[in-house]
T-cell receptor, first 113, second 113 residues
Framework: AQKVTQAQTEISVVEKEDVTLDCVYE???????LFWYKQPPSGELVFLIR??????QNEISGRYSWNFQKSTSSFNFTITASQVVDSAVYFC??????????FGDGTTLTVKP | DTAVSQTPKYLVTQMGNDKSIKCEQN?????MYWYKQDSKKFLKIMFS???????INETVPNRFSPKSPDKAHLNLHINSLELGDSAVYFC????????????FGAGTRLSVL
């Protein structure tokens, strides 16, 4: 069975602080995919990144970076120099080859001015 | 053009009624999903169809019946609505070629009174 744990339910930071959102996953599959999604207050789900299980390269996209470590089954997400617009619920998700996705419970990030 | 569109955006109805939510994707994807997001923001997969065939059917009451007339459409029909069905329902689609990257619709907020 697949499981995704986002231990941080809520995080509050002040603008310009760096913040890391943790994600730990469990799966018995050797091929799987990891995702991060952002859900702003408007409610839509916005895709941020996808990683497959064979690609442990970390990625940076602007102020966003992701650290994938198979050894610890973690796929953490860091926002550098946070902004108020980063305030949202962030979901980590794990998908198997059949397309079944399991989502973490989400981390609500509040960035205060 | 919206990639995954679902209608209606809001649905308010009385207990006991039957209602449908429609979903269409114009991405040429072969797999479509329905997810439910409850009031605590937890996201759970309900159904998945691949090329009009049901491949994932989570533990969902049989009052919920998905219908896929073709691979671009996946509608959700709900019979005898109950208060606990109130949630946001997201339609989504993906294709294997893109490593299971999932595109979500904007969501349908269902309120059962």
């Amino acid at each position: 069975a697949q499981k995704v744990t986002q231990a941080q339910t809520e995080i509050s930071v002040v603008e310009k602080e760096d913040v890391t959102l943790d994600c730990v996953y469990e799966t018995r599959d050797t091929t799987y995919y990891l995702f991060w999604y952002k859900q702003p207050p408007s409610g839509e789900l916005v895709f941020l990144i996808r990683r497959n299980s064979f690609d442990e390269q970390n990625e940076i996209s602007g102020r966003y970076s992701w650290n994938f470590q198979k050894s610890t089954s973690s796929f953490n997400f860091t926002i550098t120099a946070s902004q108020v617009v980063d305030s949202a619920v962030y979901f980590c998700a794990l998908s198997d080859n059949a397309g079944k996705s399991t989502f973490g419970d989400g981390t609500t990030l509040t960035v205060k001015p | 053009d919206t990639a995954v569109s679902q209608t209606p955006k809001y649905l308010v109805t009385q207990m006991g009624n039957d209602k449908s939510i429609k979903c269409e994707q114009n991405l040429g994807h072969d797999t479509m999903y329905w997810y439910k997001q409850d009031s605590k923001k937890f996201l759970k997969i309900m159904f998945s169809y691949n090329n009009k065939e049901l491949i994932i059917n989570e533990t969902v009451p049989n009052r919920f019946s998905p219908k896929s007339p073709d691979k671009a459409h996946l509608n959700l029909h709900i019979n005898s609505l109950e208060l606990g069905d109130s949630a946001v329902y997201f339609c989504a689609s993906s294709t294997r070629d893109r490593g299971q990257m999932v595109f979500f619709g904007a969501g349908t907020r269902l309120s059962v009174l």
